[in-house]
């Protein structure tokens, strides 16, 4: 049994509102390594979304915003997870090192899973700078070359009452232990 050794760096209270975003979309938290492995070692067949939440300021405007957008569109990921950098610490190393060691560590980043394979992967640097519509359209081409669910995640009149979280990480309060 893996378990949760280091403690979150930021104030896990001042952080829920955004994972409360995601899950409010349908995402999954795999916020122990055993949850992330028995998760992703289940997906052989089928697709799955990861998203790494962060605390920064482009996970607030852009990735989030994007990505719950992304999963307004008729075609989305079988599976939806995500794992919080600085704060699910032990699970976002064994993300890192087992299931995305091809690739260099970001946050905020999203991985498109298709059996067992990461088929699309976004970055910070492909993520800073850009809108949630141009971060929902990238992640709509991969969904419709991917993917078999049907969307939207969440109803119209759900999705319209979706609160994204604002803050960012210099101003949230760091995890006294």
């Given at each position: 049994m893996k378990i949760n050794l280091r403690p979150p760096l930021y104030d896990p209270v001042a952080v829920q509102p955004m994972r409360d975003e995601l899950l409010y979309v349908g995402f999954e938290e795999l916020n122990t390594p055993d949850k992330l492995d028995e998760k992703l070692d289940s997906i052989s067949s089928g697709s799955a979304l990861v998203v790494i939440n962060s605390v920064c300021g482009c996970a607030a405007g852009s990735a989030r915003p994007g990505v719950t957008l992304a999963l307004q569109h008729k075609t989305i990921p079988g599976n939806l997870y995500t794992v919080f950098a600085g704060q699910d610490r032990d699970s976002i190393?064994?993300?890192?090192?087992?299931?995305?060691?091809?690739?260099?560590?970001?946050?905020?980043?999203?991985?498109?899973?298709?059996?067992?394979?990461?088929?699309?992967?976004?970055?910070?640097?492909?993520?800073?700078?850009?809108?949630?519509?141009?971060?929902?359209?990238?992640?709509?081409?991969?969904?419709?070359?991917?993917?078999?669910?049907?969307g939207p995640a969440i109803s119209q009149e759900a999705y319209a009452k979706l609160v994204h979280a604002r803050a960012c990480g210099s101003k949230i309060p760091l995890h006294e232990n």
């Open positions: 190393d064994l993300l890192r090192s087992k299931y995305l060691a091809a690739f260099p560590p970001s946050s905020p980043s999203v991985a498109l899973f298709k059996d067992g394979e990461v088929v699309h992967m976004m970055h910070r640097y492909q993520i800073e700078g850009r809108g949630p519509q141009e971060i929902a359209d990238d992640l709509i081409k991969a969904f419709d070359k991917h993917c078999d669910r049907q």
